[in-house]
C-alpha cells in the first residue's frame, strides 16, 4: 500500500533538505488542524462557502506537502459543498483518518 | 534524428508522451499545436516528409496526428528555431486559399513542462464537446466557444472596486515601472493565503531573485501596485477573493505584465478564463522548482524582461 505522504513531490522543491522538510511538517500540521477545526464548524453552521473555502485550502497545502489522498479527499469535499450536512460529515471522517495517518508518517520521520 | 508518426489512438500517446516530458524534468522539450482547419488537405505521411527537414537535428521528434482534429509535434532541442521554422513551413506551403491569419495563430508554441496540464484538459474537453450526450461541465459563463483564445470579454470575472487604482497609485506604478530597467534581480511577487505553500515558492526562489509576498488580493494590489514586479505568481483560490481577478485587473493595467497562476484546480473553467485572461502561464499544484523556474526562463525569453539578465542562470 502507498504510504500516506509522497515524499517525492515535496523533495522537488526542498531537495532533501532536512531541516526545511521539518519545518514544512510543521507548518503543514498546525495549518491542516485549523482547516480540520473550520471544517467542523462550518459542517454545523451550513455555511456552504467558508465550507468550500477551507476544503480548498486544505487542498492545496495537501498537494503541497505530497499527501496526494488526503488533497483528493479535500477535492470531494470541496465539489461538495452544497451538499447536507450528513454528507458533509462523512467527508469530514474521511478527512480527519487519512490526516491521522499523514500525521503519524511524519511524525516518524 | 527520430521522427514517429502516431495516427491511431494519438491522443492517448500524447498524453503519456506530455506525462513521461515531466517526469524527465527536462526543459528541452517543445511542443506545438497546428490548426489543421486552416491547412490545405495533406495526407499525413506526406507532411511528415515535409516537416522532417525541421527537425533532422532534433535528438527525437513526433507527430501525433490527431483524427478529425489537430496535429501535435513534440520534438526535443531547439524549441524556437524550429517553431519558426514550422511557422515558414506552414505561411508558405500549406495554407488553405482563403486564410489570412499570421503562422504564430496556426502553429500554437507550448512548453510540454509547464502547459502539459492545460493541454491535457483542452484534449479531454474536446473528447467531451464531440459525445452529443455529454454532460455540459461549464457554468453559462464559461460555455462561450469561438476561435481558440477567443473568450468573449464577459466571461472574465470583472476587477472589484478596490482594484480601480487611485490616481496617486497609478503615479507610484509609473514611477516603479520607470525603475524596472535599472534593477539588477528580477522582482518576483507571490500570492499566496497558506503559508506552506508560500514558504514552499520562497524556497524555490530563494537567493536569486527579489521577492514580495502578499496572503490576499487587496494586499497583493497594494504591493503590485507600489512594486511593478516583472513577474506575479497569482493563487487562485484567495482568502479575500479570486486570483483570476486581480490578473484580469493587472493585465488591464498592462497587457506586458507577465502573470502566471499557480492552483490546485486545474478544471478547464479555471484553465479558460487564464487564457481568457492571456495570463502567461498556469502552474499546477504539487509543482516543482522545474516548472517554476521554466517560467521564469520564458519570461526572460520573451524579450519583455528588461532585469536580473545578469543575475538570471
Sequence with gaps: MNLPVDLAVLRQVTEGDIALESELFKVFLNS???????????????????????????????????????????RQA???????????????????????????????? | ?????IEHDAKTALLSHIEEINRSKSSAWGLAVIKRKYLRRIDNDAFVLMIKPILQDCSAARVFCIEDSDIYIVWLGMQKRVHHDLCELVSRRLLRGNVTLDAGSIVIY????IMGNEISTLLRDEESAREPDAPKRMTA??????????????????PADFLKPSPAQ??????????????????????????????????????????????????????????APDIAFLDIGLMDGNGHVLANAIKRLDPDACVVMVTASNTSEELKIARANQVDGFVVKPYSRQQISSCIDKYMNSGKATAGKEGHA
Design chain 2, 170 to 227: 497609478l503615479a507610484a506604478y509609473a514611477r516603479a515601472l520607470a525603475g524596472k530597467t535599472r534593477r539588477k534581480q528580477l522582482e518576483i511577487l507571490v500570492v499566496e493565503d497558506q503559508l506552506l505553500l508560500l514558504r514552499l515558492m520562497q524556497e524555490v526562489l530563494r537567493g536569486n531573485y527579489i521577492v514580495d509576498t502578499a496572503a490576499g488580493m487587496q494586499e497583493a494590489w497594494k504591493l503590485y501596485l507600489e512594486k
Design chain 2, 141 to 158: 459563463s464559461a460555455q462561450i466557444s469561438g476561435s481558440d483564445r477567443a473568450l468573449s470579454l464577459a466571461t472574465l470575472p470583472l
Design chain 1, 32 to 74: 491542516a488542524k485549523e482547516c480540520i477545526g473550520a471544517l467542523r464548524l462550518h459542517c454545523r453552521s451550513g455555511n456552504q462557502e467558508e465550507w468550500r473555502r477551507h476544503a480548498h485550502a486544505f487542498k492545496s497545502i495537501s498537494y503541497g506537502i505530497g499527501a496526494l489522498r488526503l488533497a483528493d479527499l479535500c
Design chain 1, 78 to 109: 470541496q465539489e461538495g459543498f452544497q451538499n447536507p450536512a450528513l454528507n458533509k460529515y462523512q467527508y469530514l471522517a474521511g478527512i480527519e483518518a487519512e490526516f491521522t495517518e499523514v500525521e503519524l508518517q511524519l511524525k516518524s520521520l
Design chain 2, 110 to 113: 507550448f512548453d510540454p513542462q
Design chain 2, 1 to 5: 534524428m527520430l521522427i514517429g508518426l
